[in-house]
């Protein structure tokens, strides 16, 4: 079969991530469909072509809508900020190919029904990556089987420290217009997306939001500064459908931590840690162990029986962040060839954007709001 054409619209960080994704999927999946490096889009061309050069895309483009005119692409990847994501996703499904979006999906909930509504007809898929490190997704299926048993508290929190370097030049991260929200779309969407994954639906939410700094000095301009108009710490209570009660942490000022993505889940049988600082490992209490043996158990989810851990190295090797890229790329090739999508698709991405703005207007009016799922 022939390869896929794939165009990516961004070479920002996310854009090198994915690079890689498209580089390697067949080397560790040499069994799925080809993906080809056809076309990489940005705004500045000189920029472009290094990292083309780089990255090995065959061609340079730096008018989005181009690209998604031509008959010779199959697959748009959006990695760009994401006030524009919508516009970009809906363009591309509506043109016919398939539709791959970063996180968070959108800016709102509006936009992210539109986005699913267009992409019906198309695979599509949302970039949640850390939906495959092999450690959460073993968390998934143990919560899934009943290892746990009823789940009564989940707690999660997605820490950054960033937000208090004031060296930084002004970038689309801090402005709303640009990124809908800050640590509510940036962190929060990760983690609200996991614990779905994990427990169902949010039923309802209270939170409360802080800007700390609503300017900040600009390197580029001395003595002059610039504003910032999102969040930057968002604090989270929340109710599951199925009764479960939950908090989440999400915040760019946790001074000393770079990027911890942690959840704890207690049930009534046991209890499973994680943390994306140590990625390769899940940590497991089992409740119903003889008492004076109870502790906890620290397993290594790099195989040979773990989720993706397999297909990528001998057991026991470590796995990084770039494998969260290259397995969900493998789920969404598997999944065309299988008929069953590659979960988080526009669907259930614009189900974690219903409870991100109930977040939002939840801290804003000072209640709880209801995310309607
Ligand atoms: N899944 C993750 O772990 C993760 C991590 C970081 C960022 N993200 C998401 O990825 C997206 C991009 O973030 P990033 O960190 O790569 O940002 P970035 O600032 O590093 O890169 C953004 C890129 O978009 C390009 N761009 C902007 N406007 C454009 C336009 N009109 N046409 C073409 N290109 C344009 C920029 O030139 C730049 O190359 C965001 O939605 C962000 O939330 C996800």
């Known amino acids: ?123 599509n898929m949302v970039w949640f990556n850390y939906r495959r490190v092999p450690a959460v997704e073993l968390a998934r299926q143990l919560v899934h089987e009943g290892k746990l048993g009823r789940i009564f508290q989940y707690r999660a929190a997605y820490l950054q420290e960033w937000g208090n370097d004031f060296t930084r030049p002004a970038a689309w991260r801090l402005s709303k217009a640009a990124a809908g929200s800050g640590a509510n779309g940036d962190l929060n969407s990760h983690l609200i997306d996991t614990a779905m994954m994990m427990l169902g639906p949010i039923r309802e939410v209270s939170a409360t939001m802080e800007t700390f700094f609503d300017e900040k000095p600009d390197p580029s301009r001395p003595g002059e500064t610039y504003p910032v108009d999102v969040d930057d710490t968002v604090l989270t209570q929340a109710r599951f459908a199925n009764g479960t009660l939950a908090t989440f942490e999400a915040t760019r000022f946790a001074v000393g931590v770079r990027n911890a993505n942690r959840f704890e889940i207690h049930g009534e049988k046991g209890m499973l840690r994680f943390d994306l600082e140590e990625l390769n490992r899940l940590h497991y209490v089992d409740a119903s162990a003889e008492k004076r043996l109870q502790g906890t158990n620290t397993i290594m989810v790099t195989g040979p029986d773990h989720p993706y851990a397999a297909k990528i190295w001998r057991p026991g090797h470590l796995l990084g962040y770039e494998h969260t890229f290259i397995a969900a790329l493998a789920d969404f090739l598997a999944g065309l060839e299988s008929g069953e999508p590659a979960q988080p698709t526009l669907d259930d991405a614009l189900q974690v954007q219903r409870v991100l703005d109930a977040i939002e207007i939840s801290a804003h009016e000072r209640r709880w709001v209801e995310t309607g799922l």
């Open 1 to 123: 079969m022939a390869a896929l054409n794939v165009a990516l619209i961004g070479q920002g960080f996310m854009g090198k991530a994915h690079s890689n994704a498209y580089a390697q999927v067949g080397h560790f999946f040499p069994e799925l469909r080809k993906v080809r490096r056809k076309v990489v889009c940005g705004r500045n061309r000189e920029r472009l072509a290094a990292f083309a050069k780089t990255w090995e895309w065959e061609q340079v483009e730096t008018d989005w809508r181009r690209i998604v005119e031509r008959d010779d692409i199959d697959i748009v990847d959006i990695c760009t900020p994401n006030a524009l994501h919508a516009e970009m996703a809906v363009a591309a499904a509506e043109a016919g190919k398939m539709a791959l979006c970063e996180k968070p999906a959108a800016n709102s909930a509006v936009e992210a029904a539109a986005m699913a509504e267009a992409a019906k007809g198309v695979p």
